[in-house]
């Protein structure tokens, strides 16, 4: 009974060696697989919004997430912010100076005696 186990062990271990290696077919090992890539990935020739952020899913990995994807996205979107913010406080200075060169409106009501 031993000796039936033993062979039975040892057709297996063979059965899973030849199909991981190829089997004889001529195929060889099985193929790498390919890595997967972000499917949607973050339009270049514009400026991202939120429907962009919306539809950004990063594949998953061995250990979660592929980390030159994330910091690809991080690293487009810290970009993006940063231009944003410069160009608000440009936005911002440029109506602050506005403001301060204009003339001064009151609206308060004329007096009547003054015109008399």
Excluded: C, W
Aim: no cysteine; glycine share 6%; net charge negative.
């Amino acid at each position: 009974m031993f000796l039936f186990l033993v062979i039975a062990l040892a057709v297996v271990v063979a059965a899973v060696t030849l199909a991981v290696v190829g089997g004889g077919e001529g195929t060889g090992p099985l193929p790498d697989a390919e890595p997967q890539r972000l499917h949607d990935p973050l339009p270049p020739d514009r400026p991202l919004d939120r429907a962009d952020i919306d539809r950004l899913r990063f594949p998953l990995a061995a250990r979660g997430y592929r980390m030159a994807d994330v910091d690809d996205a991080l690293n487009r979107l810290a970009a993006e912010l940063a231009e944003r913010d410069a160009r608000i406080a440009d936005l911002e200075s440029a109506l602050t100076g506005t403001r301060a060169a204009g003339p001064q409106v009151s609206f308060e009501k004329p007096d009547p005696e003054d015109h008399q």
